[in-house]
Nanobody, 119 residues
Framework: QVQLVESGGGLVQAGGSLRLSCAAS????????PGWYRQAPGNQRELVAA??????TYVDSVKGRFTISRDNAKNTVYLQMNSLKPEDTAVYYC??????????????WGQGTQVTVSS
């Protein structure tokens, strides 16, 4: 059994910063293709940032402000969010592909964490 636990969301003023964390626990052999998505009310879930074999990729609206990173030893992925804007307000979800010690590969989603940016 694998669990993803997100943390770090909250309320911040425009221009502020937050750091989201997504930690995986359980029988993990490998932890791959981590990504952060967000969903604002009335909108579809969108990919914000991801780590791929070619490097990191970001949606245009967050380039230069957000940074995705990972700590393989901790099976954790982070999203550093700087210069936050009210339009960044959403529920943020992490997504990872986990291969367990038993050889099973599955996509897992975090429970979501609310980020609210006030103007």
């Amino acid at each position: 059994q694998v669990q993803l636990v997100e943390s770090g969301g909250g309320l911040v003023q425009a221009g502020g910063s937050l750091r989201l964390s997504c930690a995986a626990s359980g029988s993990i052999f490998s932890f791959n293709a981590p990504g952060w998505y967000r969903q604002a009310p009335g909108n579809q879930r969108e990919l914000v940032a991801a780590i791929t074999s070619g490097g990191s990729t970001y949606v245009d609206s967050v380039k230069g402000r957000f940074t995705i990173s990972r700590d393989n030893a901790k099976n954790t992925v982070y999203l550093q969010m700087n210069s936050l804007k009210p339009e960044d307000t959403a529920v943020y979800y992490c997504r990872v592909v986990v291969t367990t010690g038993e050889g099973l590969t599955t996509v897992y989603w975090g429970q979501g964490t609310q980020v609210t940016v006030s103007s």
